[in-house]
DNA sequence: CTGTTAGCGCCTTCAG
DNA sequence: CTGAAGGCGCTAACAG
C-alpha cells in the first residue's frame, strides 16, 4: 500500500541503494540514473521514511523541545521562531508540553524523546535530577532561560539589568512605594527568573534606602488572572504601594484589569511597568521591559543546529540577550509626592 | 552506548521477545519473569525506541500538527489543549508550521509525516490539490474550522452565527453605519472564516436595509497591527463608521489602539466588537463573541484518537462548538443618533 | 558508478 | 509461557 524504496528500485530498475543515494544527492551515481530514479519516485509518489532512515543512520532529523505552555505568549513566541529555523534546515519538531506536574514526570519517567530526536530544546528550567537524565540521552541540549546550567547551550537575558531599569524608573519617577508582583515563596527554585528579578528588585530598593514591605508583595501567578489577583490584594494592604513593578507583563495586564475594577486611574492613582513586551503590551500602553523573544528561540535552535553540524566545534556556554526599557502610558509621577 | 531491548533481555536471561512482551504489558509473560524485567529495563535506564517499535508495528504512537502560526493566541491555545489529550493517551506530537508560503510548498511537496504519525489534525484549511495528498496518507484526518471538509473529522463553529451575534448587537444600540474589518479580497478561497464572517455581516446589514458601503470595509490581515491600520483607513473615510465590528479579538485591540492614537474614545465615539475572546479580551473591557478554544482542539484529539482505537467505527463528520455573545465596555450607542 | 550484504531496534508470527 | 526467525524501510559499508 504505501510505496517503499523498493518499489522504487523495481519501477527504476536499480537497486534500493542507488535509490537511497540518488535521492538523498549522494556522489556515486549517474546523472541519468538520478535523474530516472527522481522522476519514479516522484510518480509513485515516494517520500523516505524517516523512522527507518533515523534507524539506520542513526540521525533522525528531528528536534525535541520540551515547553511549560504552548498557549502563553512568550512560550509560543519561542516555538515558533525556533520551529522555523529548525524547518528551514530540514528538521522535524516533536513538542513536549510538560506544564502539569504530571506531564511532567511522565516524560522524565520514560523520556519518550530517547533515540527519536538529534537535540533537545527545554524551556522548563530543568532542575538537578531532570537535567542529569537530559545529560544521559547524549545528545545536544539547549535551554532558554536567564542563566547558564552547565550541559547545556543556554540563551537568556539579564534579567537583573532588565529589572533595574523598570524599578530605577519608578524611582526616578519619586516613587517610595514599589509594589512587586511576581511568584510566592512557593515558586520552585531551579526556576531562576522570577528570584532574579525579585533580587534586584530589593537591591534597587536597598540602594535607595527604601525598606522592604512585603504587605506589597504578592504572587501572581505569571498569569493575567494571577496578576488581578495579586494586585487586589496590594490595593488592600495598609498602605498600598503608588507604584508596582509586575514581573511579566501578563501579570501586568491582570494588575491594570484590577486598577479599573477598583475605579483607580493609570497612571495618576497607580503606575505599572511589566516585563517581556508582549505584543499586546502596545495596545493597553503598558511601559515595560523589552526583551528579544523571538530571537532567543531562533538563536538557541541555530547553537543546536550548529553543534549537530560540527560535533567537536565549540559552543559558547551562554548567550545572552539585550533588555530594552519601553516607556508608554502605564507610568508617572506619584500624585502625593508627600504621602510617603 | 544507548541501552536497546537486546541489552535488557541478556541482563534479565531473556529472550528480546519476552522483554518486549513484558515491558508493552502483553499477556503471555509470567508475573515473576515480568517483574524481574521491569527491574532490570529501569535500572538499566531502558526505554523502547519509539521510532523502531513504530517501523515494526506500523504504530507511531505520534500524531501531526499542521498549523500557520503557533505563537498567536487561537492556535497556541488549540495546539496545547490537543497536545494535552494526545499526551494523556500516549501519543507524541509532530508540530508542523507551514505559515510561510514556501514552508507550506516544502511540506506539502515532501510530506514529511508520510509513515511518520497515525492521525493528522490541522490548522490550516488545505486546498482541494493538499487535501487529496494528506487524504493519500491513509490515516485518520482532523481539521479544525468553520466548515466541514470530505474525508477530514471538523471541528469548528458556526461563523455566521457569531458574527450575527456581534453586528446585532451593534444594529441594536442603534449604529447603522458599521465598518468591517476582516481580510482583504486577497485572502484564500479555502479559508473560509473571514468569508463566513463577511457573509453574515452583509446579511445582518441587508436585513436591516442599510446599503453596503466598500468604505468601510478593510483588511486587518488577523494581526493585531493590521488591525490597526486598518481602523486608521476606516477613519479616513469620507463618512467613518460609529461602530466597527472586526472578525478577530487582535484585530480589534489594534483597532482600539488606532482609535486611542486618534484620540477617539471608545464607545463614545466608536464601538467596537471582536471575535475570540481571546485572553485579554477582558483586561482591555472588548465586547466580543465568544467560542471555545481550547475545546476545539481537545475534541478533534479525541475524535482522532478515538478512530484509531476503533477504526470501523463511526465519526461524525462535523462537531459544531456554541458561539455566545460577551458584554463589555468597547460598544455603547452612537454619540449622534440623529447624524446618519 | 552500482549492487550486495548487514544491520539499526523493535515487534510479530510461529513453534515449542 | 517462552524463544527463534523474519521483517518493518532504510542506510552504510564493502565489493565489484
Redesign the interface.
Known amino acids: ?2 510505496v517503499s524504496i523498493t518499489d522504487v528500485a523495481k519501477a527504476a530498475g536499480v537497486s534500493a541503494s542507488t535509490v537511497s543515494r540518488a535521492l538523498r544527492g549522494r556522489p556515486g551515481v549517474s546523472d541519468a540514473v538520478r535523474e530516472r530514479i527522481s522522476r519514479v519516485a516522484s510518480s509513485l ?1 515516494y ?1 523516505a ?4 532512515a ?2 539506520a543512520s542513526r540521525r ?1 532529523l ?1 528536534f525535541g523541545v520540551l515547553t511549560p ?5 512568550f512560550f ?2 519561542i ?3 525556533a ?2 529555523v529548525l ?1 528551514e534546515a530540514g528538521y ?6 510538560v506544564g502539569s506536574e504530571e ?1 511532567r514526570e ?1 516524560f522524565f519517567a ?3 524523546v ?3 530526536v538529534d537535540a533537545l530544546l527545554t524551556l522548563v528550567v530543568p532542575t538537578e535530577e531532570e537535567a542529569a537524565a537530559l545529560r ?1 540521552l ?1 545528545i545536544p541540549l539547549g535551554l532558554i532561560v536567564g542563566g547558564a546550567r552547565p550541559g547545556f547551550v543556554t540563551v537568556g537575558i539579564d534579567d537583573r539589568a532588565g529589572t533595574r531599569l523598570a524599578v530605577r524608573h519608578l524611582l526616578n519617577l519619586g516613587h517610595r512605594r514599589i509594589g512587586l508582583i511576581g511568584t510566592g515563596p512557593t515558586a520552585p527554585m531551579h526556576w531562576t527568573t522570577p528570584i532574579e528579578r525579585r533580587l534586584a528588585y530589593l537591591e534597587l530598593l536597598a540602594e535607595a534606602g527604601i525598606e522592604y514591605d512585603p504587605e506589597i508583595e504578592a504572587d501572581g501567578e505569571f498569569t ?1 488572572e494571577g496578576g488581578e489577583r495579586a494586585m487586589t490584594r496590594l490595593l488592600a494592604a495598609s498602605r498600598p504601594p503608588t507604584a508596582v513593578f509586575a514581573q511579566s507583563d501578563e501579570m501586568a ?2 494588575a ?2 484590577a486598577l ?1 475594577r477598583h475605579r483607580l486611574r493609570v497612571p495618576r492613582d497607580v503606575s505599572v511597568v511589566g516585563f517581556d513586551d508582549h ?2 503590551a ?4 503598558l511601559t515595560t521591559v523589552a526583551q528579544p523573544v ?1 530571537a532567543q528561540g531562533a538563536e538557541a535552535a541555530a547553537l543546536l543546529l550548529e553543534q549537530l553540524r560540527n560535533p567537536g566545534g565549540e559552543v559558547p556556554e551562554y548567550v545572552g540577550m539585550p533588555v530594552r526599557f519601553v516607556l508608554r502610558d502605564t507610568t508617572g509621577p506619584p500624585r502625593d509626592l508627600d504621602r510617603d
Open positions: 500500500m504505501t509518489g517520500t521514511s524517516r523512522n527507518a533515523g534507524l533522525t528531528t505552555y504552548v498557549g502563553r505568549w509560543g513566541q516555538i515558533d521562531s520551529e522555523r524547518s522535524d519538531l516533536l513538542l513536549y508540553n506531564a511522565r520514560d523520556l519518550p530517547r533515540k527519536r544521559g547524549g493575567v495586564m491582570g491594570l484589569r479599573r505584543q499586546l502596545e495596545v493597553v500602553g523571538a
